[in-house]
């Protein structure tokens, strides 16, 4: 059994009419972005553990808005849509990458939370390394699906 948690992430996005924004701008004292979209304008950074049965707390994408206009002067909320996506996480902050313990020719590849876009190139590789019986570029003991 791995503990596998959800974390839930908000955002809204405005229309493009609602900044000039050009580049991505981090607020990382206050807890939030914003960041320019070829659709819009995203406000996010909201995440919280609260399963997949809970209905949506949009309270939280409406507070990170809040925060954003009092940055940035002038930001138009008019029109947004507001998000909320599941991230499959786990309570180490750790993915699994690993071969299961009754059949190793299944290899595990979860749990990145907020970050599996941004690993997922260096985790397939991982994976790749694995399934060929090649030596992975680092030791993968930290993220084997057995640590639970």
Known sequence: RIPLETERGYNTTLP???FDVK???IF???GFVVTPL???VR???SVELGGIERPPNYARAKALLDKAQKFLPGLDPAGGREWMGLRPSLPDSLP???GARKAGTIV???GHG????TQAAATGRLVRDLILGQNPVFDLFPFSPNRF
């Open 114 to 117: 907020h970050l599996g876009l």
């Open 16 to 18: 493009k009419t609602a």
């Open 43 to 45: 406000v996010g950074g």
């Open 28 to 30: 990382s004292g206050h």
């Open 96 to 98: 699994v990458i690993g």
């Open 38 to 40: 070829e659709t819009g």
């Open 23 to 25: 580049r991505q701008l």
């Open 108 to 110: 595990y590849a979860f």
